[in-house]
């Protein structure tokens, strides 16, 4: 397999050569639209080994790799049309949804993000227990540090006060475990007090001073049901014998608000219990104008109250720091590695809904890890990057813990992201946005060691499907002209196929919008017929001719123009009548003939 020159010369320098298979057409089900019956059709090379400038090439007219697997779609024939979509690393240029997930990232490694839900770890059977266990407690306990951290700022007074009232009713639930009103092995949960909001107190007439309110009884009583029903001889404790025992919910807020007198003594809050729930009451001399308490009266009462001065304000108010973590990317050979094909099996269960017994080692190296390309070790003269030229996994770790994998090729003229899985665990950071982002980044770094690295490649860009339309959100990307290889502006192309999902793009090359229609090239050059006698009425127009270079000469037949260069381009790729079997030159030929007769 040869390529252009310059790709040949350096196979032959380095002794390689690329063996490729052809397996003819491919057919399957499509992956990217719904409608029933529709199917994917592409060419298929299998390759036992591939120099990295072939593949290159093999990239710049529409072939992409899975594995050892080369395919083309057959764009006329395959129901979603898919054209490579590439991006100059050089001109990127960030949009504001982009440098959000860069500064959510950040934040999270600064600790300073606010994580709704605690991130779980799923265990690793490869892994010891006691490595399971601290790691689980120790990312169980993002969801807390991140609420206190609260974006690196101090809280408010309104979410001091929350925080002070909570750890009130936790004093009096460990002061009641202590006693033996609740069992001693049981783990009781932290009491959470909530603000009630302006529009609920409302509609609740009677309550219209109801300010905060805790529903620790109910959780308290679940605990506890929970705890003495672990053998198979017991039975769920009953609502009926939960309220002889005082367990239910209204007796506990009962016992709790009644302990909590003191708490209303100091700061001046009216505190009863209501069909389970403490709730806390403002007094009229508390009431501002929309009826909620003045937060600084009630903690500066209670801090007065306190007999060590000003100590549970001054604890309410403290934070922890936040904690920092550490992003670390690296680039390795691809290979078999078992902690990525665990994530990997995370990832297609959980994302993709995979079958678990589809999702094994053998489907994974085929797809992820095999690969025939040649790898080119780095030469140190600016023509190789650093890495070399090959196939990688691009890992990345959080604190240690591998979060998401690229996997990528890296070729003379480009980085070309093949696939990346990621830990579901953490979706809300966005890990394919910012993996792409890095990529880019590592392109525009390493062309400074390597010119030639120009160039991120995204792989096939779908305009019918939705979920493949983000691979445009990277501006300014361009769109392969599936016909004559030429890179189409995609600004140029999109407004195009909204209307119609394959066309020559080429053909729209100058046009700065899709209003215009120039004819279709395939339905210009498919039957043309040349008669080497009947030049005089053959149409043709003539242009100057520069230095033998014909490659802008307008052909014009039935009122259709063809430039030479793209007729030849097209010859290449179809099969054209032309009369009496004639060669490329003897058309350079007869072309010149005409056209010194026209001058």
């Known amino acids: 397999m040869r390529s252009d020159g310059s790709s040949s010369s350096r196979n032959n320098s380095a002794g390689v050569e690329s063996v490729v298979i052809d397996w003819g057409r491919l057919k399957s089900s499509c992956g990217y639209c719904k ?104 990312v169980l306990k993002l969801s807390t540090e991140e609420s206190l951290s609260n974006n690196g700022e101090k809280k408010s ?78 039975l769920r404790l009953s609502r009926h014998s939960a309220e002889q025992n005082g367990l239910s919910p209204k007796a506990i807020a009962e016992k709790l608000a009644s302990s ?100 094994t080692k053998s489907s994974y190296r085929r797809f992820l890890v095999d690969t025939p390309l040649v790898f080119v070790p780095p030469t140190g003269d600016g023509t190789v990057p650093p890495c070399g030229f090959g196939s990688f996994h691009q890992q990345y770790l959080i604190d240690g813990r591998l979060v998401a994998v690229g996997v990528i090729d890296i070729l003379p003229k480009c980085l070309s992201s093949k696939y990346l899985f990621w830990d579901p665990d953490f979706a809300f950071l966005s890990l394919g946005k910012y993996s792409a982002l890095q990529e880019i980044g590592w392109v525009r770094e390493n062309q400074i060691n390597c010119p030639s690295l120009k160039y991120y490649y995204l792989g096939y860009y779908i305009h019918s499907c939705s979920k493949m339309r983000y691979k445009a959100a990277y501006h300014p990307s361009e769109l392969l002209c599936p016909l004559r290889y030429q890179w189409i502006s ?31 090239v395939s339905d210009n050059v498919k039957e043309v017929q040349y008669d080497e006698s009947d030049t005089e009425s053959s149409g043709l127009r003539s242009v100057e001719i520069e230095d033998e270079d014909i490659s802008n000469i307008l052909i014009e037949r039935k009122g259709s123009r063809l430039r030479y260069k793209c007729f030849f381009k097209a010859f290449n790729q179809r099969l054209i009548t032309v009369r009496a079997g004639w060669a490329h030159g003897g058309v350079k030929r007869w072309l010149r003939k005409i056209f010194s007769k026209c001058k």
């Open 35 to 138: 409608s029933s019956g529709c199917t994917s059709i592409s060419h298929g090379l299998w390759a036992n080994s591939i120099t990295v400038y072939d593949y290159q090439d093999l990239l710049d007219r529409g072939w992409r790799r899975s594995g050892s697997l080369l395919y083309k779609p057959e764009m006329e024939r395959t129901c979603c049309p898919a054209y490579t979509i590439r991006l100059r690393a050089a001109d990127f240029v960030h949009s504001k949804e982009q440098l959000r997930v860069s500064r959510r990232l950040q934040r999270f490694l600064d600790g300073t993000l606010d994580i709704k839900k605690p991130v779980k770890l799923m265990k690793d059977p490869n892994t010891s227990k006691d490595s399971c266990n601290s790691a689980d407690n120790e």
């Open 157 to 234: 007074e309104a979410e001091q006060i929350l925080h002070y009232l909570s750890n009130q009713i936790d004093n009096v639930v460990q002061a009641c475990l202590k006693s033996g009103v609740f069992p001693l092995d049981i783990q009781l949960p932290k009491a959470s007090v909530k603000k009630v909001l302006q529009a609920k107190r409302k509609l609740l007439v009677e309550e219209s001073d109801l300010q905060y309110t805790s529903s620790i009884a109910f959780q308290i009583v679940a605990t506890i049901r929970r705890g003495q029903s672990c053998d198979n001889n017991q």
């Open 260 to 359: 909590l007198t003191q708490l209303a003594e100091t700061s001046g809050l009216l505190i009863k219990a209501c069909n389970g729930h403490i709730n806390f009451y403002s007094s009229n001399k508390q009431s501002s104008s929309d009826g909620s308490v003045q937060v600084k009266t009630v903690l500066e009462e209670a801090a007065a109250g306190c007999p060590s001065k000003k100590c549970c304000l001054k604890r309410s108010s403290e934070q922890p720091p936040p904690k920092k973590r550490r992003l670390e990317i690296r680039l390795k050979r691809s290979s078999f590695d078992s902690e990525e094909f665990a994530l990997y099996q995370k990832y297609q269960i959980k994302v993709h809904d995979d079958m678990p017994d589809r999702v």
């Open 490 to 520: 995609f600004d140029i192309a999109r407004p195009l196929l909204d209307k119609k999902p394959y066309l020559v793009l080429s053909d729209f090359a100058n046009l700065q919008n899709g209003e215009l229609s120039p004819p279709d």
